[in-house]
C-alpha cells in the first residue's frame, strides 16, 4: 500500500526541510541544495520555485553578504586567508574582500602569541612546528616566512 504524495505535499516537505535547516544559521543555496537533494522526495523544479520563495520572504540572506560575514568570523578566530576562500569554494558562495597582507599578519603573531604564548621558536625543528601549525590555519607561506623571520630577529 504505497502512497504517492502530491506535488503540493512535496513542496511542503521539502519547505519544512529547508526551514529546519534554516533556524540553525544561514544557508547557501548551494548548501540548501546539497542537503535536501539527499531526501528521496526531491524535485529540481520544486527547489527552484522553493529557493524563489524563501528569497522573497527573506529567509534567505545575499550569498555575498553570507560569505562576508561567514569571512569576518573566521578571521576573528584566526584564520588565514587561503582557509576562508576555501571554506567559501565548499559552501558555494561567492569570495569575500581580500584581508590586507598586514592584517593577516598580526593574525598569524595573535595565534601566534596566544598558541606558543610568546615562546619564540629557537631550533629549526621548533620553527617548523609553528610553519606547519601557521600553514593549517590557511595562512600563506609568505605570511608564515615574514612571521618566523620577524620572530628570530626578536630573539
Known sequence: ?????????IYFKLKASALRLLVR?????????????RKPFFSHDLFKALIEELRSLRYLIDEQVLAD?????????????????????????????????????????????????????KTQTERAKVARSLASRGFSTTVVATVLNQARRNQ
Not at 1 to 9: A, F, P, Q, R, V
Request: glycine residues 6%.
Open 1 to 9: 500500500m504505497t502512497t504517492e504524495l502530491s506535488e503540493k505535499e
Open 25 to 37: 544559521r544561514d544557508h547557501s543555496t548551494a548548501e540548501l541544495k546539497a542537503k535536501l537533494s
Open 69 to 121: 560575514r561567514l569571512a569576518s568570523g573566521w578571521q576573528f578566530q584566526g584564520k588565514g586567508q587561503r582557509y576562508i576562500q576555501l571554506q567559501l569554494k565548499k559552501r558555494g558562495l561567492p569570495q569575500a574582500q581580500v584581508v590586507s597582507h598586514e592584517a593577516q599578519l598580526e593574525a598569524a603573531k595573535r595565534f601566534l602569541e596566544k598558541k606558543f604564548r610568546g615562546i619564540t621558536p
